[in-house]
């Protein structure tokens, strides 16, 4: 590096210029993620890890194979990623669990202890649920007539508090968020039941320097530290957005 571009780089430093991680992110799917704000509970834990180290957070809102496409092509320099071999680059610490279960009304005592209890019960599973539930689910949901998956997680919750399903299945807080969305909205108060019968799925963010990673693992220590990652979790899990 010359002298020239050494000067460059410690003048846009001195004049407050920081550095810039621009993430492909999911679409909207609250609690998580809502697009039209930029906020939700990966997007503030993710702005608030880099604002703790200085680094300015710029997300993009797309499906997931457009966002590893941006990332492979050098467009963004992250990349949200669940599975850490999906593609190359440096995976940061998991900065928040995804936790999939099985919802039914309670007043209907369901027995759901294990994925075979679901084999003759109406099941409405999230998009791709089929595929990434294990092979397990995927044998047993081939085989039941009655089962569906649903591109709108709202309209899944709906459908239980309608007793249209049996069941439903997708992850704990968005099951929640619709539940309290529709209680309050639509007068559906109905209790429902939680059958835990998956494990928990990991999110890191992937990137293309282990510079950056670094950086985001440091901020990510830093705001669990301080009580600020906490702080997030609670705001989004206890009342209605």
């Given at each position: 590096?010359?002298?020239?571009?050494?000067?460059?780089?410690?003048?846009?430093t001195?004049?407050g210029?920081?550095?810039?991680?621009?993430?492909?992110?999911?679409?909207?799917?609250?609690?998580?993620?809502?697009?039209?704000?930029?906020?939700?509970?990966?997007c503030?834990?993710?702005?608030?890890?880099?604002?703790?180290?200085?680094?300015?957070?710029?997300?993009?809102?797309?499906?997931?194979?457009?966002?590893?496409?941006?990332?492979?092509?050098?467009?963004?320099?992250?990349?949200?990623?669940?599975?850490?071999?999906?593609?190359?680059?440096?995976?940061?610490?998991?900065?928040?669990?995804?936790?999939?279960?099985?919802?039914?009304?309670?007043?209907?005592?369901?027995?759901?202890?294990?994925?075979?209890?679901?084999?003759?019960?109406?099941?409405?599973?999230?998009?791709?649920?089929?595929?990434?539930?294990?092979?397990?689910?995927?044998s047993?949901?081939?085989?039941?007539?009655?089962?569906?998956e649903?591109?709108?997680?709202?309209?899944?919750?709906e459908?239980?508090?309608?007793?249209?399903?049996?069941?439903?299945?997708?992850?704990?807080?968005?099951?929640?968020?619709?539940?309290?969305?529709?209680k309050?909205d639509?007068?559906?108060?109905?209790?429902?039941?939680?059958?835990?019968?998956?494990?928990?799925?990991?999110?890191?963010?992937?990137?293309?320097?282990?510079?950056?990673?670094?950086?985001?693992?440091?901020?990510?220590?830093?705001?669990?530290?301080?009580?600020i990652?906490s702080?997030?979790?609670?705001?989004?899990?206890?009342?209605?957005?």
């Open positions: 590096m010359n002298i020239k571009s050494i000067l460059v780089i410690l003048l846009l001195t004049l210029f920081a550095e810039e991680a621009h993430i492909a992110m999911a679409l909207s799917k609250p609690p998580y993620i809502f697009e039209e704000d930029a906020s939700g509970l990966e503030d834990i993710v702005r608030e890890s880099f604002k703790a180290v200085g680094i300015d957070f710029r997300p993009s809102f797309v499906p997931l194979n457009r966002g590893e496409a941006l990332f492979k092509s050098g467009r963004v320099n992250g990349v949200i990623n669940k599975l850490e071999h999906s593609i190359e680059g440096f995976p940061s610490d998991s900065y928040i669990d995804y936790y999939n279960v099985v919802a039914s009304l309670k007043n209907r005592k369901l027995k759901i202890e294990t994925i075979d209890d679901l084999a003759d019960l109406s099941v409405a599973g999230f998009q791709t649920a089929k595929n990434v539930l294990g092979d397990k689910f995927k047993v949901m081939t085989k039941n007539t009655k089962y569906t649903v591109a709108e997680q709202l309209t899944q919750v459908q239980l508090l309608r007793k249209r399903v049996d069941a439903i299945v997708g992850d704990i807080l968005i099951i929640k968020y619709y539940q309290r969305n529709l309050e639509a007068g559906l108060n109905a209790e429902i039941a939680i059958h835990d019968l998956f494990p928990s799925t990991a999110y890191r963010i992937m990137f293309k320097t282990a510079e950056m990673r670094d950086s985001f693992n440091k901020g990510l220590k830093i705001i669990r530290k301080k009580k990652y702080g997030i979790i609670k705001r989004y899990t206890s009342k209605k957005k």
